[in-house]
């Protein structure tokens, strides 16, 4: 995401102005996004990394090293962003990068950006780094991991129309990224979450890359309201007004994915601790929190192909009956996933739980694209009240071949 700085300065300018192959595409969320993902992300460690959690002031004061290189490095800018659509098949895309270059040349490879594969990169670094007790590097390699990663939770980071360059929203990756974020970044917040071993990198990349350019055309329909709001022609500096109407048109989309991006650096620097055999992966069968709250998490990716992970809690909640002694949760769960006619598709979870926050994998190979729906329903074995009977929810989610 990102340029080194809340705004590129004279210097910056020129440079961009004269580099087709960087231009607006190469800078992300401004540094103040970046400060922020990286440094929140540790709120979701376990107390197994607590190491790098108390890195955390490095590494949103190195959140944004990965921009500042790209003036003495010509090989950084294309790690920042991919223009997914250049690509016929772009959901597809091979995890080998030699495959794509062999078949459109390095060239057109390099133009189009190759964030997926460079988050990757950085990912085995720090795997590497960690096995030979270089932290001194891991940490650097872990803020520029974040960096990548913040830049994927960009949708304009993912698009040819990173710009607005093709519908007339000429200008807007730094209202929206920057000038907006600057403005109303005391409204951003993450909430605590738990994360999980990533089996496959690429794949588990390439899905949140895939998500944050479902919001691309939102951002662009956003802008119009903004500037109709407004009255701001799109020439010279917009009105404040503007930045507010864009503010209320996307915070929610915006305030999602910084908490996604947060809660995926978390898991993919876990992941590199467990690859380099500092910790041990938790089966995501097991609990990895005890929360106070029954919740259904929206499963991700989503859309998926043709596996997705589906992520529920089952509480400990405090007895309020005083003839109950302590606390308790165990709980009877049910799982399940629908097509749109109501029809039982598969039962992901059907049995007794502790308290805790679960995760179960979907696997959607034998249906057809489409929406379902997965419903879940925990009856607490001890109802302490009324208010504590029986809890049912239902989201909603989209196979995409």
């Not at 988050?119 to 974040?146: C, E, F, N, P």
């Not at 956003?222 to 500096?237: H, Q």
């Not at 039962?347 to 739980?353: A, D, F, P, Q, T």
């Amino acid at each position: 995401m990102g340029g080194g700085m809340v705004r590129p300065n004279l210097i910056w300018q020129v440079l961009l102005a004269l580099s087709v192959a960087i231009s607006e595409n190469a800078w992300g969320w401004g540094s103040t996004a970046h400060k922020f993902i990286n440094q929140y992300a540790v709120v979701h460690l376990p107390p197994s990394l607590a190491q790098l959690t108390a890195q955390q002031q490095f590494l949103a004061n190195h959140a944004s090293d990965a921009d500042n290189r790209k003036s003495v490095d010509a090989t950084e800018a294309p790690k920042h962003y991919i223009d997914l659509e250049s690509y016929p098949d772009y959901q597809h895309l091979p995890s080998d990068l030699t495959l794509l270059i062999a078949q459109y040349g390095w060239a057109t490879v390099e133009e189009i950006g190759i964030l997926p594969w460079a988050t990757v990169w950085a990912l085995d670094s720090l795997t590497v780094q960690l096995q030979r007790s270089d932290l001194t590097k891991a940490y650097q390699t872990a803020a520029d991991l974040g960096h990548y990663v913040g830049d994927a939770h960009q949708p304009l980071h993912c698009t040819v129309n990173y710009n607005g360059q093709l519908t007339g929203n000429y200008g807007i990756h730094s209202r929206y990224e920057s000038e907006m974020i600057n403005l109303y970044q005391n409204l951003l917040s993450v909430s605590p979450d738990s994360v999980h071993y990533v089996t496959d990198p690429y794949s588990f990349t390439l899905n949140y890359i895939l998500h944050s350019l479902t919001f691309v055309d939102s951002i662009m329909q956003a802008d119009n309201v903004a500037k109709a709001a407004s009255g701001w022609s799109g020439s010279g500096t917009p009105p404040q007004t503007y930045y507010a109407a864009l503010w209320q048109r996307t915070q929610r989309l915006t305030t999602t994915l910084i908490q996604q991006a947060t809660v995926n650096l978390a898991s993919l620097w876990y992941t590199a601790w467990v690859n380099a055999g500092l910790v041990t992966a938790v089966a995501s069968n097991e609990p990895t929190a005890v929360p106070e709250t029954f919740a259904l998490f929206q499963n991700f990716p989503n859309p998926f192909n043709p596996s997705t992970a589906i992520r529920y809690s089952v509480p400990q909640l405090a007895g309020q009956d005083p003839t109950i002694v302590g606390r308790f949760g165990d709980s009877d769960v049910r799982l399940a996933v629908y097509d749109p006619l109501g029809r039982e598709v598969a039962v992901l979870v059907n049995e007794r739980k502790a308290p805790g926050t679960y995760e179960v994998q979907f696997n959607g190979s034998g249906l057809s694209s489409g929406v379902y729906f997965y419903r879940i329903s925990v009856v607490p074995l001890v109802r302490v009240d009324e208010h504590h009977t029986e809890f049912v929810q239902t989201k909603r989610l989209l196979l995409l071949r």
